[in-house]
């Protein structure tokens, strides 16, 4: 999956972008429909606008688009990052420990939401949304910061990738 042209006003999106995301289909055990077009929204979203400059590998002279391959292993992320043609660029392994608590505040704010939009008020879906962003925008803050120095991303590009970790945890 490819996007559009990148956003030529920022730096380090001419090159250093994400142009290919998968997930490690054996890490997620199960999802529902609601789970699956986040997922597809989020990978969508995704290559079409972000930011992602693999600090180490750049350094080596590495330019993107990078394949982004996202997994848990061993309760860490793992984002393996690969160039354009596949040769691995690197691994990197963040620990998961301080997302747990966002993790399961975000997959009970959604569901919360999903059975709003079902039967709730428009009000009722408004302040479940809020708050769903809320946890969201925190999350993706943790994650800026547990890459900095590994990765330089925007906070648009967190959120998305954030999105994604969670579609990692789903158990059933």
Request: hydrophobic content about 40%.
């Amino acid at each position: 999956m490819t996007g559009s042209p990148p956003d030529s006003s920022n730096p380090l999106t001419g090159t250093h972008r994400i142009g290919h995301i998968s997930l490690d289909e054996e890490t997620i055990l199960w999802r529902n429909a609601d789970v699956e077009q986040e997922r597809r929204v989020a990978i969508f979203d995704l290559i079409e606008e972000n930011t992602f400059k693999p600090v180490r590998s750049a350094e080596r002279g590495a330019k993107g688009p990078y394949r982004l391959k996202l997994a848990v292993r061993d309760g860490r992320l793992a984002m393996d990052i690969a160039d354009k043609d596949e040769s691995e660029l690197e691994s990197l392994l963040i620990g998961l420990a301080r997302f747990r608590r966002p993790i399961r505040e975000y997959f009970a704010i959604c569901d919360s939401y999903y059975q709003a939009i079902r039967k709730a008020t428009p009000a009722e879906i408004e302040t479940i949304d809020m708050a769903r962003r809320g946890i969201h925008n925190s999350a993706a803050e943790l994650l800026v910061e547990r890459l900095e120095g590994k990765v330089e991303t925007d906070f648009a590009t967190a959120r998305r990738l954030f999105t994604l970790i969670c579609v990692l945890h789903i158990k059933g």
